[in-house]
């Protein structure tokens, strides 16, 4: 009889078979610093994760460095909101002063979206007659990323999904000598539910409508995929999958068709499922959590955005 269990019947033949392998270096963890924030507040759902305050997004780095993290995204939200954003100064601000105190220590990604600035929560700018303007939209994207990069940010990462704002990013950045500062564009990102957590954390939400004009419908696969291939094309130098578990079957269709690495994000209704879970009883969590890594990188992802990043090492992971 075939019996595929002899390879399953102790840890060191399991280890010796194991074909996924990742470290700590390839989890990203997510960092949320509020403008005029005077103490950290509580995520619901995201355990381990807090709104932080500059001063106390200092203290958390340090820790998460201290805990192997070496990739951080940065979402910044800021006291203001308008209708069209010109200036992202509490962001670039709190870039500056994670980079001047740790250097070259921590590799910080940051999100590039309008929505956590726009007093209408979506992430584009609308024209006096509530069309959306795309025009204005790119414009107020490729200042956003000037004045990260320009800030000290190591990585653009545009979360927004309209059409051309890679290009755009890219060739401002080239424009104004920021040629080495690498893109990773959210580029096949689906409209979904497991975005609520953020939301509140981001202070994010839509006011009116929904975001199913500009993120992708979970049915079409062929946009799924012409959406990474278009952010290569425009110049994108890593690419990701969002909602992680539920766009598992595109990370290797978009690498092979591609060449570049494609990573997951972990979205926060994701990692919230399994806090939840956790709360009533019904898994470990530090078990499942690993278990959805290794699912990530068994399905090819090369890096894995987590909310859970800074236990990794804790959760025995390498690094
Ligand atoms: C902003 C942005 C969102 C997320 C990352 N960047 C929310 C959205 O597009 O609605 C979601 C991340 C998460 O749920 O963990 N554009
Ligand atoms: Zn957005």
Same mark, same amino acid.
Not at 37 to 50: C, T, Y
Not at 74 to 100: C, D, H, N, W, Y
Not at 198 to 213: C, E, I, K, N, V
């Given at each position: 009889?075939?019996r595929l269990q002899r390879l399953r019947k102790?840890?060191?033949?399991?280890?010796?078979?194991?074909?996924?392998?990742?470290?700590?270096?390839? @989890?990203? =963890?997510?960092?949320?610093?509020?403008?005029?924030?005077? =103490?950290?507040?509580?995520?619901?759902?995201?355990?381990? +994760?807090?709104? &932080?305050?500059?001063?106390?997004?200092?203290?958390?780095?340090?820790?998460? &460095?201290?805990?192997?993290?070496?990739?951080?995204?940065?979402?910044?939200?800021?006291?203001?909101?308008?209708?069209?954003?010109?200036?992202?100064?509490?962001?670039? =601000?709190?870039?500056?002063?994670?980079?001047?105190?740790?250097?070259?220590?921590?590799? &910080?990604?940051? $999100?590039?979206?309008?929505?956590?600035?726009? $007093?209408?929560? %979506?992430?584009? /700018?609308? %024209?006096?007659?509530?069309?959306?303007? %795309?025009?204005?939209?790119?414009?107020?994207?490729?200042?956003?990323?000037?004045?990260?990069? #320009?800030?000290?940010?190591?990585?653009?990462?545009?979360? $927004?999904?309209?059409? *051309?704002? /890679?290009?755009?990013?890219?060739?401002?950045?080239?424009?104004?000598?920021?040629?080495?500062?690498?893109?990773?564009?959210?580029?096949?990102?689906? #409209?979904?539910?497991?975005? *609520?957590?953020?939301?509140?954390?981001?202070? #994010?939400?839509?006011?009116? *409508?929904?975001?199913?004009?500009?993120?992708?419908?979970?049915?079409?696969? +062929?946009?799924?995929?012409?959406?990474?291939?278009?952010?290569?094309?425009?110049?994108?130098?890593?690419?990701?999958?969002?909602?992680?578990?539920?766009?598992?079957? @595109?990370?290797?269709?978009? %690498?092979?068709?591609?060449?570049?690495? /494609?990573?997951?994000?972990?979205?926060?209704?994701?990692?919230?499922?399994?806090?939840?879970?956790?709360?009533?009883?019904?898994? +470990?969590?530090?078990?499942?959590?690993?278990?959805?890594?290794?699912?990530?990188?068994?399905?090819?992802?090369?890096?894995?955005?987590?909310?859970?990043?800074?236990?990794?090492?804790?959760?025995?992971?390498?690094?």
């Amino acid at each position: 009889m075939k019996r595929l269990q002899r390879l399953r019947k102790n840890q060191w033949t399991r280890d010796l078979t194991a074909t996924t392998e990742f470290n700590v270096a390839q @989890l990203i =963890q997510p960092l949320f610093v509020v403008e005029g924030l005077s =103490q950290d507040q509580d995520i619901p759902g995201l355990k381990g +994760n807090r709104r &932080l305050t500059l001063q106390s997004s200092l203290k958390q780095v340090e820790s998460d &460095l201290e805990a192997g993290v070496r990739n951080f995204i940065l979402f910044g939200v800021p006291q203001a909101k308008m209708g069209t954003p010109r200036s992202f100064q509490s962001t670039a =601000q709190t870039v500056k002063e994670i980079k001047s105190r740790f250097g070259g220590a921590a590799n &910080l990604w940051v $999100d590039t979206c309008l929505c956590s600035y726009t $007093d209408h929560g %979506h992430c584009c /700018v609308f %024209h006096q007659s509530g069309s959306r303007d %795309h025009v204005g939209t790119l414009k107020a994207l490729e200042t956003m990323a000037l004045e990260l990069a #320009s800030a000290g940010a190591d990585g653009i990462s545009p979360s $927004d999904m309209m059409d *051309g704002r /890679v290009a755009k990013i890219r060739s401002a950045l080239d424009q104004a000598g920021f040629e080495d500062t690498p893109i990773m564009s959210y580029s096949t990102k689906f #409209s979904s539910q497991f975005y *609520g957590p953020f939301r509140a954390a981001a202070d #994010s939400a839509p006011q009116f *409508g929904d975001r199913t004009q500009y993120q992708i419908d979970v049915r079409n696969r +062929n946009d799924a995929i012409a959406a990474s291939r278009r952010c290569a094309e425009e110049g994108a130098d890593l690419l990701m999958v969002k909602p992680g578990m539920t766009a598992i079957d @595109l990370i290797k269709p978009i %690498h092979e068709q591609t060449g570049l690495a /494609v990573g997951a994000y972990q979205v926060s209704g994701e990692y919230a499922s399994l806090v939840l879970l956790e709360k009533e009883g019904l898994i +470990n969590f530090e078990k499942a959590l690993q278990e959805t890594w290794q699912v990530f990188k068994r399905a090819g992802a090369q890096f894995i955005i987590t909310y859970g990043a800074r236990f990794g090492r804790q959760l025995g992971v390498r690094g």
